[in-house]
């Protein structure tokens, strides 16, 4: 019983999400020959103030750069 946990920042949308629940699960099936029935797909979402990347808060870059673009 493959379970994949995937933790992306906040935004994907619904469709989003179900392709790439296609698609993984078409992928495990294909390659490993799993059954799909028994594949399991898991989204995490995070918020932008709870994930880090170079010393910085994601919402804090994100500002950064949004100020940075106008001036």
């Not at 019983?1 to 992306?8: A, E």
């Not at 920042?9 to 392709?19: C, D, F, S």
Request: aromatic share 4%; charged share 30%; hydrophobic share 35%.
């Amino acid at each position: 019983m493959p379970v994949i946990t995937i933790q992306v920042l906040e935004g994907p949308t619904r469709e989003q999400k179900a392709e790439i629940v296609r698609d993984f699960t078409d992928t495990l099936v294909r390659v490993l020959g799993k059954n799909p029935e028994n594949t399991h797909i898991v989204f995490q979402e995070v918020s932008t103030e709870n994930w880090g990347q170079g010393g910085l808060l994601v919402d804090e870059r994100r500002k950064a750069a949004a100020k940075a673009e106008k001036k």
